[in-house]
């Protein structure tokens, strides 16, 4: 079964841009959620999505939006992009909420 | 609130040597336990869970962990590392009752030497 893929895996944008990762679930996984990897933050949860409705929302700013389609498919997106949102952005996908996570290679996005 | 605290940022090892990665947590309703390895440049493979049952949990690569629920530890053993180890690793709890959001320790970089 393919893993978690996650596109692209590395981006680079300029401060006030808008940036949309996008994150393919395992096959038959319902579940998907995003963290923010940094070195000065470790791993922080953004948001989890199951049935195409936001379960859960870690504490980030109103610029972090995300969205689940029906075939279980994700995408996050930032908006005027900052210099701190530079990060490791990974996408993890379980059966179900609750159960265990499995994670993609990430997106590396840098924000010049 | 929940919190994990991994004791160690750094533990150096050599090849064939045993290790113990240690991991604390901190929560007032029951959780779920985790330890993820990240290797260069890619994501996080899990290497075990606890979820209930035998407090002793084996996973893959040879690691084992033991949940202490007096203590609140989820320490993380392996009795021969090998040079191909060398990558950080990750504790994480997730609170059951509150969805699937995993709570991520700071990390300890494992880095094994000849």
């Known amino acids: 079964k393919a893993g978690v893929t996650q596109t692209p895996r590395y981006l680079i944008k300029t401060r006030g841009q808008q940036v949309t990762l996008s994150c393919s679930p395992i096959?038959?996984?319902?579940?998907v959620s995003w963290y923010q990897q940094t070195p000065g933050q470790g791993l922080q949860f953004l948001f989890e999505?199951?049935?195409?409705?936001?379960?859960n929302k870690g504490n980030f700013p109103g610029r972090f939006s995300g969205r689940q389609f029906s075939n279980s498919r994700s995408e996050m997106n930032v908006s005027t992009l900052e210099l701190g949102d530079s990060a490791l952005y990974l996408c993890?996908?379980?059966?179900?909420?609750?159960?265990?996570?499995?994670f993609g290679p990430g997106t590396r996005l840098l924000v010049l | 609130a929940q919190s994990v605290t991994q004791l160690d940022s750094q533990v150096p090892v050599f090849e064939e040597a045993p290790v113990e990665l240690r991991c604390n947590y901190s929560?007032?309703?029951?959780?779920?336990l985790f330890w993820y390895v990240q290797y260069p440049n890619q994501g996080l493979q899990l290497l075990l869970k606890y979820l209930s049952g035998s407090t002793l949990v084996k996973g893959i690569n040879g690691f084992e962990a033991e949940f202490n629920k007096s203590q609140t530890s989820f320490h993380l053993r392996k009795p021969s590392v090998h040079i191909s180890d060398t990558a950080e690793y990750f504790c994480?709890?997730?609170?059951?009752?509150?969805?699937?959001?995993?709570?991520f320790g700071k990390g300890t970089t494992l880095s094994v030497s000849s």
């Open positions: 994480a709890v997730s609170v059951s009752q509150a969805g699937t959001a995993l709570i």
């Open positions: 999505y199951f049935s195409e409705t936001q379960r």
């Open positions: 096959s038959g996984h319902r579940s």
């Open positions: 993890a996908s379980s059966l179900y909420p609750q159960e265990t996570q499995y």
């Open positions: 929560s007032s309703v029951s959780v779920y």
